[in-house]
């Protein structure tokens, strides 16, 4: 191991220009992170589309003079740890005030529902109700699945051999079929809309997959947890942060947003797309909407990448982060990488009803349905309902940050989430009509509503979730060398077809590309940075014969050669902070600089 810094800067060429192709949020927190670190770089974004936000967006509806905010995509965050860098990027835009909470106490935080064997079920949350205890007993799926959660660590450990399988495979080995069918397709279907008999335990369900490899069975509780020798990089960023101590001011809001369990913006999660363009804008992004580049191409002589928009222009770049989905991308490589161009996605309908009367849904959350549903109890596989207005009516502002009392909804305001993995052939979809029609027939079914909703929406988000199937993460490792190879490490990519479809992660993985191509991550194994980095496994890292350098920071952490990698994307991402503020990297000057 080479523990050399100040080579490792003096070799790294600092990008004069860098073009960011798709202007979803990955896209923003990239063009945000390089143009706030380093001012000076030239940095585009090319959007196709005639907006930035990608799949964050909120449309507003008014009912006899009340704005009703329906959602077409993301709604509400998690208020945990690893969310702690989009807990900073609100403070950065000064957006504390437009958050609202939901109190871990509310019904839209106790009250989770599951569509099973033709009823809604209550989940079991927190602290176990008489509700609860009496569903266990009641509910055959409930009582054999604490049967099996108990006796889960007497069942024998993965076979080693074993590189990947489906979540199906896994939840059943470890704990039956059918809580694999039953239970954990539903929370599959809240999150990638996908099939659980074709997505990787690896990459979906990737801590309790590796805790069952290192322990031979899963430890829940935060106890074993805190033992694992692993980290995301969003747990450490949030551990080095706190190192600023009790003063700093992402701590202050985490812990003030501590009593709750989920928040939203309170004009809508586009809020957060809006206050972050007026920011880019400010620092000087450059942002090309309505153009889709169309090739890309490395020159070897000048060392930069040309992009070819669709009308014919040409501009090249010191380097490009490509923040869009695998597939496209690989239409604009000179030669087509299998490993991004099978990534397969999903198809949603989303559809919002708001209806006059209040309360026509229980009180709580929404409900998930599961895929063992019967075709006939679901013939238009639905995926779930949310129930919007509870939760927004549930919501508490933030008052020591002068968030003001929050509007509440008179009606009743829900979305249903249709298609997904069921629509998986499709070639044509729903039209808004019957797309509607099919939500509110969901609705009639399972909640007895029957009501003329006042106003509606139909949102087709086509190919809107990335499936990672079995093998994902084996193809990510495959293709970081080949990105080196064909962009002499300058193409790096990013975005929800490699590493998450979280709003909150996909805000980490554009600030950890853009401080990766800026070169504050030194160079780890090759020319360049290609974004994959943090998905190379133990036994990969230890193949490939490339350059490692360490910081020391690193070294005070190192329990392997993973953590240690791990742990210095948090390591850097703190340091960047620090880096603006004295726009003089610890460990030497950044000397040669190359277009
Ligand atoms: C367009 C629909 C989406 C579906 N899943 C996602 C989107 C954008 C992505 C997603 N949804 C959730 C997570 C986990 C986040 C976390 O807190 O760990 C991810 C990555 C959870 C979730 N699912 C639903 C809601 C309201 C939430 C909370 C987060 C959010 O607002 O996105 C509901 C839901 N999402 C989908 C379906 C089918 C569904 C059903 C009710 C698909």
């Not at 900073?88 to 106790?110: G, N, Q």
């Not at 997505?199 to 369900?205: D, Y």
């Not at 990737?206 to 990089?233: D, N, Q």
Request: charged share 25%; proline share 6%; hydrophobic share 35%.
């Amino acid at each position: 191991m080479c523990i050399d810094e100040k080579s490792a800067l003096a070799d790294y060429p600092i990008p004069r220009t860098v073009a960011i192709l798709g202007g979803g949020i990955t896209g923003m927190m990239a063009a945000f992170w390089i143009k706030f670190l380093q001012p000076e770089v030239f940095v585009s974004i090319y959007e196709k589309s005639d907006r930035l936000g990608g799949w964050i967006q909120t449309k507003t509806m008014d009912y006899e003079g009340q704005k009703i905010l329906m959602e077409t995509g993301p709604r509400t965050f998690r208020n945990t740890p690893s969310n702690l860098n989009l807990i900073d990027m609100v403070r950065r835009l000064k957006l504390e005030k437009e958050i609202m909470c939901v109190p871990k106490t509310a019904p839209a935080a106790t009250s989770r529902y599951m569509w099973l064997k033709s009823k809604l079920v209550r989940l079991p949350s927190g602290k176990a109700t008489w509700e609860d205890i009496k569903n266990i007993f009641t509910l055959p799926i409930l009582r054999h699945s604490l049967g099996r959660f108990i006796t889960q660590p007497l069942r024998p450990a993965r076979d080693p051999s074993v590189k990947d399988e489906t979540i199906a495979e896994f939840i059943s080995r470890r704990f039956s079929k059918r809580i694999s069918h039953e239970l954990a397709s539903a929370v599959i279907h809240g999150i990638y809309a996908g099939d659980v008999n074709k997505l990787s335990a690896k990459s979906t369900l990737g801590k309790l997959w590796r805790e069952e490899g290192m322990f031979g069975w899963i430890p829940f509780g935060k106890k074993y947890v805190r033992l694992k020798p692993f980290y995301t990089s969003s747990e450490l960023l949030h551990r080095l942060e706190l190192f600023n101590g009790p003063r700093s001011a992402n701590y202050n809001l985490f812990f003030s947003m501590v009593p709750y369990t989920v928040a939203a913006f309170r004009n809508g999660s586009e809020s957060l797309v809006r206050a972050l363009e007026a920011e880019l804008v400010k620092l000087g992004v450059r942002i090309v909407k309505n153009r889709e580049v169309s090739s890309l191409t490395f020159n070897e002589s000048t060392g930069t990448v040309t992009c070819r928009s669709e009308d014919g222009r040409t501009e090249s770049f010191s380097n490009v982060i490509s923040t869009i989905p695998g597939p496209q991308l690989n239409k604009l490589l000179p030669a087509s990488l299998p490993e991004i161009k099978n990534i397969e996605s999903v198809t949603c309908q989303v559809v919002n009803l708001y209806f006059k009367t209040p309360n026509l849904t229980p009180a709580g959350f929404g409900y998930l349905i599961p895929q063992s549903t019967p075709a006939e109890e679901n013939p238009e596989h639905a995926l779930g309902v949310i129930f919007d207005s509870h939760t927004r009516n549930d919501c508490e502002p933030l008052k020591e940050y002068g968030g003001e009392p929050i509007e509440k909804i008179p009606g009743t305001l829900v979305t249903v989430m249709m298609g997904g993995h069921y629509w998986k052939d499709r070639t044509e979809y729903p039209s808004s009509e019957e797309a509607i029609l099919m939500a509110r027939t969901t609705l009639a079914r399972h909640l007895g509503i029957t009501e003329e909703p006042v106003l509606t929406n139909a949102t087709l988000q086509k190919d809107c979730i990335p499936q990672y199937t079995v093998g994902h993460e084996e193809r990510m490792e495959n293709l970081l060398p080949k990105l080196v190879d064909m962009f002499d490490g300058r193409l790096a990519v990013a975005g929800a077809s490699y590493t998450s479809v979280s709003v909150p992660d996909l805000m980490l993985a554009g600030r950890e590309v853009a401080i990766g191509v800026l070169g504050y991550r030194r160079r780890l194994y090759h020319n360049g940075y290609t974004g994959l980095e943090t998905m190379l496994s133990e036994a990969q890292l230890e193949k490939i014969p490339m350059k490692k350098y360490y910081s020391l920071m690193d070294l005070n952490f190192n329990v392997s050669v993973l953590n240690a990698q791990k742990k210095m994307i948090g390591a850097y991402a703190y340091e960047s902070d620090a880096i603006a503020r004295n726009k003089q990297p610890q460990g030497g000057k950044r000397t040669r600089r190359r277009k």
